[in-house]
C-alpha cells in the first residue's frame, strides 16, 4: 500500500514532523543523554527500556523489540495502514499527500474529488459556527431554553458546538448565499433541499437543536438536529443525508473528544444518543462515545477497536436499547473486544441517570457491568419461559449463536464451560 503515496511526498511529512511530538500523549518521555528514554506504550514495564532518537527521528523498545519511525508508531498503536498514518500526519503537518496510483480515478478526478470534499467540509465548518452563534441571540431562545431544561451547562454547550437552526425556511441559505457557496456547492452539503414543485431551494434543518458530527480528526462532517416540541411532522431527530465526506455507518460520535481519555483509562463507554454522552461528559467521563445511526455497524466496530480492547455499552432498557447491544454484541465479540453491559431500570437512560442522581450513579452502574454473557442470561431468563425443555433448547442456540462470534478459540471454550454449568447441560455442545 505504501507504492501510493511518492516518496517525495514520505520525505516532506518527515521532514516535518517531530517524532517526540508524536509518541508524546502515549508515554512520557524523559532526557537521557543524547537520548530519550521513556516506558514502553506497547508492553507493561515497570524500567524504562523505551528510546527515542531525535537526531535519527526512531524509536525503538529493547524490552519487546518494537522499532521504527513515526509511521512504524502509528501503524502499530492506532492499528493503522500506511496510507491511513501518513494521511493523519499529513493533515497534522499541512502536506498535500496526492496519489501516484489510483486505480480507476485519473489525478485530475482525483483532485476534483479532493478539492469538492475540501469546499463541503469549509462549508459544514462555516453553518456549524453560524448555527451556534444562532443559539445565544433571540432567534435561539426557544431552543436555549429546551437545551437548559436537559441541564446541560454553558461549557458543555460550546464544548459540543450545540446549536439552533431558526424557524425560518431561508436562514442557512441566505447566510451561505452572502458566503459566495454556490447553489450546487450548499445541495451537496445536504444543509439545503431543492424543492420538487417549485425548483427553489430552502433549509433542511428549522427551529430545532442541532449537534455537529465530526470526523475522527474533529472536522464537521454532517449535522444531527432535534425537534424542540413534543410532536413533530418530520419526526423527532432529523440527520444530514449521505454525503462525499460524511457516511452515518462510520461516524463515532464525540470520538475526537473522547479518544485520548479512552486510551488512558483502557475502556470506551458506548452509548445510543448524543444526550447520553453530553451527560457522561459533564459527569466527567469523558471516554463516552456514540455511534451514529439506528444501529451499530463493523465500520463503526472497527474503529473502536483501534482505540480500545475494552468497551462498556451503555444502552437503555427499552426493547430497541436491547436489540442495539445483542447486535454490538454480534459485532464486537467477532472483533474480539472485551464486552461489559450496564443495565438500566424500565425507561431511563445514562442522560436520565446522571441528571436524576448525578456522577455517583453513573459510577456505580459502571461498577456492577455484567459480564456479556450474565447480561444475556438475565435478559433470555426474563423474556423466555425456561421451564420449558422447548425454550430451553432455543435460548441454548441463541447463547452459542453469540458464542460462536468470538474467534479466540481458547476464550470461546471458556465460555461454553461456564455457559453449560449455567444451562445445565453437556461442555461437548459447544461451536
Same mark, same amino acid.
Request: glycine content about 6%; hydrophobic content about 35%; proline content about 3%.
Given at each position: 500500500?505504501?507504492?501510493?503515496?511518492?516518496?517525495?511526498?514520505?520525505?516532506?511529512?518527515?521532514?516535518?514532523?517531530?517524532?517526540?511530538?508524536?509518541?508524546?500523549?502515549?508515554?512520557?518521555?524523559?532526557?537521557?543523554?543524547?537520548?530519550?528514554?521513556?516506558?514502553?506504550?506497547?508492553?507493561?514495564?515497570?524500567?524504562?527500556?523505551?528510546?527515542?532518537?531525535?537526531?535519527?527521528?526512531?524509536?525503538?523498545?529493547?524490552?519487546?523489540?518494537?522499532?521504527?519511525?513515526?509511521?512504524?508508531?502509528?501503524?502499530?498503536?492506532?492499528?493503522?495502514?500506511?496510507?491511513?498514518?501518513?494521511?493523519?500526519?499529513?493533515?497534522?503537518?499541512?502536506?498535500?499527500?496526492?496519489?501516484?496510483?489510483?486505480?480507476?480515478?485519473?489525478?485530475?478526478?482525483?483532485?476534483?474529488?479532493?478539492?469538492?470534499?475540501?469546499?463541503?467540509?469549509?462549508?459544514?465548518?462555516?453553518?456549524?459556527?453560524?448555527?451556534?452563534?444562532?443559539?445565544?441571540?433571540?432567534?435561539?431562545?426557544?431552543?436555549?431554553?429546551?437545551?437548559?431544561?436537559?441541564?446541560?451547562?454553558?461549557?458543555?454547550?460550546?464544548?459540543?458546538?450545540?446549536?439552533?437552526?431558526?424557524?425560518?425556511?431561508?436562514?442557512?441559505?441566505?447566510?451561505?448565499?452572502?458566503?459566495?457557496?454556490?447553489?450546487?456547492?450548499?445541495?451537496?452539503?445536504?444543509?439545503?433541499?431543492?424543492?420538487?414543485?417549485?425548483?427553489?431551494?430552502?433549509?433542511?434543518?428549522?427551529?430545532?437543536?442541532?449537534?455537529?458530527?465530526?470526523?475522527?480528526?474533529?472536522?464537521?462532517?454532517?449535522?444531527?438536529?432535534?425537534?424542540?416540541?413534543?410532536?413533530?411532522?418530520?419526526?423527532?431527530?432529523?440527520?444530514?443525508?449521505?454525503?462525499?465526506?460524511?457516511?452515518?455507518?462510520?461516524?463515532?460520535?464525540?470520538?475526537?473528544?473522547?479518544?485520548?481519555?479512552?486510551?488512558?483509562?483502557?475502556?470506551?463507554?458506548?452509548?445510543?444518543?448524543?444526550?447520553?454522552?453530553?451527560?457522561?461528559?459533564?459527569?466527567?467521563?469523558?471516554?463516552?462515545?456514540?455511534?451514529?445511526?439506528?444501529?451499530?455497524?463493523?465500520?463503526?466496530?472497527?474503529?473502536?477497536?483501534?482505540?480500545? +480492547?475494552?468497551?462498556?455499552?451503555? &444502552?437503555?432498557?427499552? !426493547?430497541? #436499547?436491547?436489540? /442495539?447491544?445483542?447486535? =454490538? $454484541? @454480534?459485532?464486537?465479540?467477532?472483533?474480539?473486544?472485551?464486552?461489559?453491559?450496564?443495565?438500566?431500570? +424500565?425507561?431511563?437512560?445514562?442522560? &436520565?441517570?446522571?441528571? !436524576?442522581? #448525578?456522577?455517583? /450513579?453513573?459510577?456505580? =452502574? $459502571? @461498577?456492577?457491568?455484567?459480564?456479556?454473557?450474565?447480561?444475556?442470561?438475565?435478559?433470555?431468563?426474563? +423474556?423466555?419461559?425456561?421451564?420449558?425443555?422447548?425454550?430451553?433448547?432455543?435460548?441454548?442456540?441463541?447463547?452459542?449463536?453469540? $458464542?460462536?462470534?468470538?474467534?479466540?478459540?481458547?476464550?470461546?471454550?471458556?465460555?461454553?464451560?461456564?455457559?453449560?454449568?449455567?444451562?445445565?447441560?453437556?461442555?461437548?455442545?459447544?461451536?
Amino acid at each position: 500500500m505504501r507504492n501510493f503515496i511518492p516518496e517525495e511526498i514520505i520525505s516532506q511529512i518527515l521532514s516535518k514532523t517531530d517524532i517526540t511530538h508524536v509518541i508524546a500523549p502515549y508515554t512520557e518521555l524523559k532526557k537521557a543523554g543524547s537520548r530519550l528514554k521513556a516506558l514502553c506504550p506497547f508492553h507493561n514495564e515497570r524500567t524504562p527500556s523505551f528510546v527515542v532518537s531525535k537526531e535519527t527521528q526512531t524509536f525503538h523498545c529493547f524490552g519487546c523489540g518494537k522499532g521504527g519511525n513515526i509511521f512504524t508508531f502509528l501503524m502499530e498503536k492506532e492499528n493503522l495502514s500506511f496510507q491511513e498514518a501518513a494521511k493523519f500526519l499529513a493533515e497534522r503537518c499541512g502536506v498535500m499527500i496526492l496519489a501516484s496510483d489510483l486505480s480507476s480515478q485519473s489525478h485530475s478526478e482525483y483532485n476534483k474529488q479532493k478539492s469538492i470534499k475540501k469546499k463541503l467540509i469549509d462549508i459544514h465548518r462555516t453553518a456549524a459556527k453560524w448555527y451556534s452563534e444562532r443559539l445565544f441571540k433571540p432567534e435561539g431562545v426557544s431552543g436555549l431554553e429546551y437545551i437548559r431544561s436537559r441541564k446541560v451547562p454553558d461549557d458543555i454547550i460550546l464544548k459540543f458546538g450545540l446549536g439552533f437552526a431558526p424557524d425560518s425556511w431561508d436562514s442557512i441559505t441566505k447566510f451561505l448565499t452572502s458566503m459566495s457557496y454556490t447553489q450546487n456547492e450548499m445541495l451537496e452539503s445536504g444543509l439545503v433541499i431543492k424543492s420538487e414543485s417549485s425548483e427553489r431551494i430552502y433549509d433542511r434543518f428549522r427551529n430545532r437543536v442541532t449537534f455537529p458530527i465530526w470526523d475522527e480528526y474533529g472536522e464537521v462532517i454532517g449535522f444531527s438536529s432535534r425537534t424542540i416540541f413534543t410532536e413533530s411532522k418530520e419526526g423527532k431527530y432529523i440527520s444530514s443525508p449521505e454525503t462525499p465526506i460524511f457516511n452515518k455507518s462510520k461516524v463515532l460520535y464525540a470520538s475526537h473528544l473522547a479518544k485520548k481519555d479512552i486510551k488512558e483509562r483502557g475502556f470506551a463507554i458506548l452509548c445510543k444518543g448524543q444526550f447520553d454522552v453530553i451527560s457522561l461528559h459533564r459527569a466527567g467521563f469523558t471516554n463516552a462515545i456514540s455511534f451514529y445511526g439506528t444501529i451499530f455497524t463493523e465500520e463503526q466496530g472497527k474503529m473502536l477497536k483501534k482505540l480500545t +480492547e475494552k468497551v462498556y455499552l451503555f &444502552f437503555d432498557a427499552e !426493547k430497541a #436499547g436491547t436489540n /442495539a447491544t445483542m447486535k =454490538a $454484541l @454480534d459485532i464486537l465479540l467477532y472483533l474480539g473486544v472485551e464486552v461489559k453491559v450496564i443495565s438500566f431500570p +424500565e425507561g431511563e437512560d445514562a442522560n &436520565f441517570l446522571y441528571n !436524576k442522581s #448525578g456522577k455517583t /450513579a453513573i459510577q456505580e =452502574a $459502571l @461498577d456492577h457491568a455484567s459480564d456479556f454473557l450474565d447480561f444475556m442470561f438475565s435478559h433470555l431468563s426474563k +423474556e423466555k419461559d425456561m421451564s420449558s425443555q422447548v425454550i430451553k433448547s432455543q435460548v441454548i442456540k441463541e447463547i452459542l449463536d453469540k $458464542l460462536s462470534k468470538i474467534q479466540d478459540p481458547l476464550l470461546r471454550t471458556i465460555y461454553i464451560s461456564v455457559a453449560s454449568e449455567r444451562m445445565a447441560v453437556p461442555k461437548n455442545i459447544g461451536v
